[in-house]
């Protein structure tokens, strides 16, 4: 698959953001998501609870740690929209409440809070 298909570039106020549309499988795919930002000049990323897999909640399978660390690794911005009333068991709600005032990733509530979120400087 053609790796433009799999993101949208994003214009919000002055910030470029990747919007990453293609499921995500494997933590391993963060390189991907990595090589579109530098693609299109930009250190921020918009995702989805849509493209997560199961696996990116389920804390044991440690795919969310692996995935956002090499985000983080490369300095990139990651806003990760997860339904407030989404159910992904008490571990993950655990992390969400620690994650929520995160530097480098943030999960928001809403589209329009994490886009808000990644146009600040």
């Known amino acids: 698959m053609n790796a433009s298909a799999r993101h949208a570039l994003l214009v919000h ?3 470029r953001i990747v919007e990453w549309t293609h499921p995500l499988t494997d933590a391993r795919e963060a390189t991907d998501v990595v090589g579109a930002c530098f693609e299109h000049d ?3 990323v918009l995702l989805d609870e849509a493209v997560l897999p199961p696996a ?3 804390l044991r399978t440690r ?3 692996e995935f ?3 985000l983080q690794t490369y300095r990139l911005r990651a806003a990760v929209v997860v339904s407030p009333a989404a159910e992904h068991g008490e571990r993950f709600a655990e992390y969400l409440r620690e ?3 995160g530097r480098y990733c943030r999960f928001l509530d809403s589209r329009e809070e994490a886009l808000a979120w ?3 400087e």
């Open 56 to 58: 990116f909640f389920a």
């Open 42 to 44: 930009t250190d921020r």
């Open 13 to 15: 106020g002055q910030a």
């Open 63 to 65: 795919f969310a740690g």
């Open 118 to 120: 990644l146009a600040r």
């Open 99 to 101: 994650a929520r005032q």
């Open 68 to 70: 956002l660390e090499k």
